[in-house]
């Protein structure tokens, strides 16, 4: 779930006589998030497997697959730079948000 900085306020005034998805649209940085059949991070998984390389499944269990979190983040990451600055700083999010977007050097 991609989330911006109004979440905590809005959990924080949920009403029970309206919907929970009407109240917690305005928490949303996202309009369309991908499901779990979306294939279209080829790029991403490439980019992902050329810079960490055996480091990537070595620290995720996995290598850089099309359906999986981190290429799908990536992609968010370019396709959408406003909304990406718009997402709310989970914790474990936030420390590992430099290496979902590759915001370090390529070297």
């Avoid at 998805?21 to 050329?50: F, H, N, Y």
């Avoid at 055996?54 to 290598?63: A, D, F, I, N, R």
């Avoid at 999986?68 to 396709?79: A, H, V, W």
Wanted: proline share 7%; net charge negative; aromatic share 10%.
């Amino acid at each position: 779930m991609y989330l911006n900085e109004n979440f905590s306020h809005i959990l924080g005034d949920l009403d029970p006589s309206s919907t929970l998805g009407k109240q917690l649209e305005a928490s949303l940085s996202r309009k369309v998030a991908p499901i779990w059949m979306d294939r279209s991070t080829r790029v991403e998984c490439c980019e992902l497997q050329t810079h960490f390389k055996s480091k990537l499944q070595l620290e995720t269990g996995s290598p850089a697959t099309e359906r999986f979190t981190g290429p799908q983040i990536r992609k968010f990451s370019k396709d959408d730079p406003v909304a990406w600055l718009a997402l709310f700083q989970l914790p474990y999010f936030a420390e590992n948000r430099q290496l979902l977007t590759m915001e370090m050097p390529l070297e």
